[in-house]
Each structure stands twice: as C-alpha cells, then as structure tokens.
Nanobody, 116 residues
Framework: VQLQASGGGLVQPGGSLRLSCAAS????????MGWYRQVPGKQRDLVAV???????TYSDSVKGRFTISRDSAKNTMQPQMNSLKPEDTAVYYC???????????WGQGTQVTVSS
C-alpha cells in the first residue's frame, strides 16, 4: 500500500483546512487509516484514525475540532480541520495498517502552519 498526502498550507488561527490521503496498491487490505503529526524535536503523535468499519478515534487535542472521513470507493481519507490553533502547526503524516499482519505504510508529510 502506498499513500500520497496533500492539502497542507498556511492558515490563520481559527481557520479551516482539509487534508487528503490517497491510497494505492492493495487498498482492499487496509484495516486502519490515520493521521499523525510531528514538530521538530518531538515524537510523532496520533491525530485521528478511522477503521475499515468507520469507527474513529481522536486525540484529546483535536477532539471537537477535527473530523476524519474515509471514502473506500475512492481509496481516500480526509480530515477536516476546523478552529485551527497555532499549536496545530506541524508536519502531518498519513498512515495505514494493512494486511492480516497489520503492516504499516507512511505517506510523505505535508506541512500545516497556523499563523497570523
């Protein structure tokens, strides 16, 4: 499974941004897709994940502001990020677990900067 992320950019505090992750390859074997983010010098942290059944999990820092959705027919996953804060600034990475042994795949990062 290969992942291609897009949609990052510069947005003002309080604004919205929509990222997208397109999957290719053995997409029917994908179990879970999600987004992680990382700032320089810190570990990569979970933002949100969505399972093949549609159940979602969000980190406390984004709960109520971010919504993640998945289009299995188009093999895409999109988080809608609202009420963005400067502390949301990070490189965002798309991730997927796939296959019976839950192999993992990472997309390239996309920069999100929240600043006035």
């Amino acid at each position: 499974v290969q992942l291609q992320a897009s949609g990052g950019g510069l947005v003002q505090p309080g604004g919205s941004l929509r990222l997208s992750c397109a999957a290719s390859g053995s997409t029917s074997s994908i179990k879970v897709m999600g987004w992680y983010r990382q700032v320089p010098g810190k570990q990569r942290d979970l933002v949100a994940v969505i399972s093949s059944s549609g159940s979602t999990t969000y980190s406390d820092s984004v709960k109520g502001r971010f919504t993640i959705s998945r289009d299995s027919a188009k093999n895409t996953m999109q988080p809608q990020m609202n009420s963005l804060k400067p502390e949301d600034t990070a490189v965002y990475y798309c991730h997927a677990y796939y296959g019976d042994l839950f192999y993992d795949s990472w997309g390239q990062g996309t920069q999100v900067t929240v600043s006035s």
